[in-house]
């Protein structure tokens, strides 16, 4: 897929675990791994605005488009 996520990256900068982004976030430890795995399809507006709240960010410090990259198979 061309859209990378690259929460794990901004989650080092911050020095936060997954579990103290969920707990401030709101979502489950799992949920944070599936997005930092990139293993959604896609991550709600409200989502990425708590996540941005909590890192202190920009989407498009987690949301990298690299159109040489390959699709993902289903």
Known sequence: MPIV???DVMLARR???SKELAERIGI???NVS??????????????LERICEALDCQPGDILIYHPDEPAAKD
């Open 28 to 30: 489950t430890e799992q």
């Open 5 to 7: 996520i690259e929460l």
């Open 34 to 47: 599936l997005l930092k795995s990139g293993k959604v399809k896609g991550v709600r507006f409200e989502t």
């Open 15 to 17: 020095k936060m675990r």
